[in-house]
């Protein structure tokens, strides 16, 4: 039998760097780190880990997700590091944010676009130019 | 045809005060701004420029809609000041929080209560005192 | 002190009709009838009771706060009647809906609207006409 | 190591009777079927396994979680099966329902109250009499 | 300028086939059509019509997004057909409900996923077997 | 009659200490102290008051509850104090917050028992320590 926790930690730091995972652990506290641990084990080593969705398609749907839960701020953070490791480009992550809008309405939309465009920034990535108004 | 983008603004700027829907836009940075035009295009132009609602109602359906959602702090500041703009009196402002705890609970509508008062204070708002406790 | 369950009942009653809060208590079943009863007395009796907003102005922020919670087209229902008791036109409660597409999405408030309009229907008010794509 | 699938339905066969867990899973078609095995493994073989809270205490978190989310009434439905076969009374899982209506407010808690209510009933037990108002 | 009812109606038929888009804002009764209307126009010609992302990629996006929402059946049936079109295989689509049980639970995520499942089977969609337990 | 002003303020003491009631009126200003007011006449005079559920009872499933409608820091702060009052261990009260996990989904819950954790810290309480992974 798979021990899932290892798997997990090297889904996760494949996505985020060697060692990060043990460090999501040991930010937590006592008993929480049960629950740092079941979200290596279950998220990564489980899910994450299954065929059938490349590691930047996880992340797109992530991303919608996490928009539409709204009140994520920190996930969101997070996850655009991963979606960016993950080969995603900063206007693939920006445009799910702005898919999302149709289904969770524009204030969490508009409060994630900002996370996200900060996240990216701090990370060195470049920002895309808006489209602006349809011209055709 | 109509161009949305100018309709919008200008009912943007006829709630929050001239050249307010451009410094809206301009506060996003790159491809967000296309997300922030659309608000500025789809809330404003095509929405808030319905014919059948007031501004005033307008502005109480968003109170009640962005308590009820939660976690939308920045928007419920945003709209104190377009509802009072809009010829609300802050009893009115604040009665639709009160309200809206029937359907949103009490922890929603604690938080947007303090969220909502602070900005009308900010505003210079007279805050009316508490009805108390029914003495008939 | 005043009885808030005899005030409750008064306030349901002149919004959905004479006897109205009495059924709402007893079609719930043994413990149940306790949080209808709280329903009348907290929501209609304090809430409901309080000066500050019409009947009107409440039942319009209830439909925004219930398009966007979402899921709770029972109450859309019944509060589709409670507007139109209150006075509100037939197109204030559409576009009420209409209006909390911004923050809701599309999705809620859809199903929403289907919801308000067969109430509608079914009270035997008149549907106003869409007033199509902007012609100017 | 364990194996969390059969320590999973063990604990979940205590809850809800010999055989429950492979229904469970069969009742999904095709990958869906990961889905619920996920359910077995994780929620049953990983959280609802830890000590530190007894099954009825771990029951009545759920349906003040169920309530609180909305729209879940499938679960809210199992669920009061499972309440009641880890020894809460319907006293008890109708309490919590009320108990949540301050946090979740009214229309997401008298929709549960009314699945609850159904599903005892539909198990045979006896519904407790509502408390009436306060005479004191 | 462009029309973007046409635009929208254009890209939602590419999606679900010649004449759907009228289909959709037909079925709306009175003003309800027009928030119909605004989900063409809005949705499709503005959202979906813009670059930076695939059908394919928009439709994952949006099956993640509906199920963190949760309750949005009509719309997770609908976009399940849509996916299928954009170029989604079966898998892809089901493990996008798999992947976000992280985020959403898993009440959310198996309601969501019989309806999905449900509705593949309707459009002739064969479903992948399970992988079933990890054997490594 | 009851005056459930009274009834709540001596419920709330009962688990927050003496004269704490009156505090959480007094922080809020103005109308918003009639909001406060129903929080202590409903949620305390009525709701808490009840019979049927003990304190703690009561407390687990207000943390379950606030865990899974999000974005609620500061009530899961305060009710977390409340839960040791009542009689609850740390190790119940974070089991509570990790039973969540499964109907509310990880962001939720990873970021409500740092919050908890962090309350418990800060009220002196020892924080138990993990259980790690399954050596069975």
Redesign the interface.
């Known amino acids: 039998?798979?021990?899932?926790?290892e798997k997990g930690k090297a889904k996760f730091n494949e996505l985020y760097g060697e060692g990060k995972a043990d460090g999501l652990v040991e930010m937590?506290?006592?008993?929480?780190?049960?629950?740092?641990?079941?979200?290596i084990?279950?998220?990564f080593g489980?899910?994450?880990s299954?065929?059938?969705?490349t590691l930047a398609?996880?992340e797109?749907?992530?991303?919608?997700?996490?928009?539409?839960?709204?009140?994520?701020e920190?996930?969101l953070q997070g996850h655009t590091r991963g979606a960016i490791n993950a080969g995603l480009t900063?206007?693939?992550i920006?445009?799910?944010?702005?898919?999302?809008?149709?289904?969770?309405?524009?204030?969490?939309?508009?409060?994630a676009?900002?996370v996200v465009?900060d996240a990216l920034?701090a990370y060195g990535v470049e920002?895309?130019?808006?489209?602006?108004?349809?011209k055709?």
Chains 1, 2, 3, 4, 5, 6 share one sequence.
Request: proline share 8%; no cysteine; net charge negative.
């Open positions: 039998m798979v021990d899932r926790l937590q506290t006592g008993l929480a780190q049960d629950l740092a641990r079941y979200g084990e279950f998220n489980d899910i994450y299954r065929p059938g969705l398609q996880r797109m749907a992530t991303i919608a997700a996490l928009v539409a839960l709204g009140g994520l920190p996930q900063a206007t693939e920006l445009e799910t944010v702005i898919h999302t809008v149709q289904y969770a309405g524009f204030p969490r939309a508009l409060n676009i900002r465009t920034i920002i895309p130019p808006a489209l602006g108004p349809d055709d």
